[in-house]
């Protein structure tokens, strides 16, 4: 059953040049069993959200990388929800802001999840979803959770292991995050003639930052130094794309640019070369989906294309498909224009099978395993697996967002020490250094070992033959 909600005052207005935002209120149900069989798929778990009204919904849906991958829940009137991903459980549960406050995608790290309501940043811990910055009032000595920023954002925010990056209008303002109660402001950058509206991207090094008229900026984390520009011929209206990896000492770093221009370009961070420009044949509005060793990326009025991620070939083209959900070594699972379910399959891209899944208004897309995740702005969470994988399947390796180690300082290389042979002639100062010296201790010890007390109180010499010969050689 479907319900749309408008304000009463469209009712009685007359033409807008601008479409409001309207709200489809379904309320799915879980699929059959019998129709999860011809998928291949099992129902891995499922939960409802408590949801403040029908003005409530989904705000946002994240996956997060880690030890065990979690599902982060927004809602718009300020709740935040973190999941177990694979078996559903709830962590825990929070609050940020005022209910009508608007906000944007959550950034994270290990340790902690940031969250902007209108101009005030939240900071929650990964493991309790308690509050760490918070301000107290001056006059009331109320504490008041969150902090104000210095700018309004407007987009979602992105973090490391020290840093949080925000984006706001023309300007990224970067925080440095040291476990207190309230961050600092450590660099910003303005650009008057551009506008930031996607969220940046973090890698090991360097944070990478899309603009509204087809640019891509790259900064050095820790200080304000644009490290590359890249241009491309169209607007940039998705999310980047971006992957990772480090092996001991070998790093990558790259980025995926979904442009108007009707290419994708892919971009090394590091170096600043272009990997590879693959021509979709379309505008590329949806953000594309990469693992460790494929790029889904759906063009407008073409479908969904498989490529290959270290050099952009094509593997196939998907003509039904328009969006990306996930994908297994035998499956790619994704969406048609109307929201319907589709299976493909993964070395042609046939469609294979598909399921009615309109009523589930917010698909969650996963690159980092296999499983399917979709939600409802009534609360209704549902999560899929392929059969014959009971484990998650781990497709995107991500590590730690923190800078590589510095290398060990070079050891100072020893002298061997000379070895003496048996045998070998002394000095023979040292020699009579070494026996007056040993004559001396055995003076202090010799009241048991001496008949003469006259030999006491002689010299050393008169008292050792031996050192009355070494000296006379001497």
Not at 25 to 49: E, G, M, Q, Y
Not at 103 to 112: E, Q
Not at 149 to 168: H, K, Q, R, W
Not at 216 to 228: I, N, Q
Request: proline share 7%.
């Amino acid at each position: 059953m479907w319900r749309l909600t408008l304000p009463l005052s469209l009712l009685f207005a007359g033409p807008m040049f601008a479409q409001p935002n309207v709200t489809i209120l379904t309320h799915p149900k879980l699929p059959a069993i019998d129709s999860l069989l011809k998928l291949n798929l099992d129902l891995a778990w499922s939960t409802r959200l408590p949801m403040d009204g029908a003005l409530d919904g989904i705000l946002n849906a994240q996956m997060l990388p880690g030890p065990e991958v979690q599902l982060l829940i927004q809602t718009r009137r300020g709740r935040i929800f973190l999941f177990n991903a694979q078996n559903g459980d709830l962590v825990w549960k929070a609050s940020a802001g005022m209910p009508e406050w608007n906000g944007y995608a959550a950034a994270y790290n290990s340790h902690s999840i940031y969250v902007t309501r209108r101009d005030y940043l939240y900071c929650l811990s990964r493991a309790t979803g308690v509050h760490r910055f918070a301000t107290v009032d001056e006059v009331t000595k109320i504490r008041n959770l969150g902090v104000p920023l210095s700018v309004t954002p407007s987009a979602g925010i992105a973090a490391d292991e020290n840093f949080i990056f925000v984006p706001a209008n023309n300007t990224l303002a970067t925080y440095l995050d040291e476990k207190q109660a309230s961050p600092e402001l450590r660099w910003s950058f303005y650009d008057p003639g551009t506008h930031f509206s996607q969220a940046p991207v973090v890698t090991y090094r360097q944070v990478c930052l899309s603009t509204d008229d087809g640019r891509v900026l790259s900064f050095a984390k820790s200080e304000r130094f644009l490290r590359e520009e890249y241009s491309t011929k169209g607007a940039i209206s998705a999310p980047l794309g971006v992957h990772f990896l480090r092996k001991g000492a070998v790093e990558s770093e790259s980025t995926y640019i979904p442009s108007h221009d009707l290419l994708l370009h892919a971009l090394n961070l590091r170096t600043g070369e272009v990997l590879w420009q693959f021509r979709a044949g379309g505008a590329v509005k949806v953000a594309p989906l990469v693992t460790d060793h494929d790029v889904l990326v759906a063009a407008n009025g073409k479908g969904l294309y498989r490529l290959n991620r270290a050099n952009g070939d094509e593997y196939w083209l998907s003509p039904e498909a328009h969006r990306p959900l996930a994908l297994n070594n035998q499956y790619v699972y994704a969406l048609d224009r109307l929201g319907n379910f589709l299976v493909l399959d993964g070395l042609k891209g046939a469609v294979m099978a598909r399921l009615d899944t309109r009523d589930w208004q917010v698909p969650i897309a996963n690159e980092l395993t296999d499983r399917l995740y979709f939600a409802n702005h009534d609360g209704r969470l549902m999560c899929l697996n392929y059969r014959r994988e009971k484990t998650p399947l781990l497709l995107k390796t991500m590590g730690e967002l923190k800078p590589p180690p510095p290398p060990p300082p070079p050891e100072e290389k020893k002298e061997p020490e000379e070895k003496k042979e048996v045998g070998a002639l002394v000095p023979a100062d040292q020699a009579v250094r070494f026996a007056s010296s040993s004559c001396q201790r055995a003076y202090s010890f010799s009241t048991a070992c001496w008949a003469s007390s006259s030999a006491l109180h002689a010299s050393p010499r008169a008292a050792c033959p031996a050192v009355e010969e070494l000296s006379t050689r001497a």
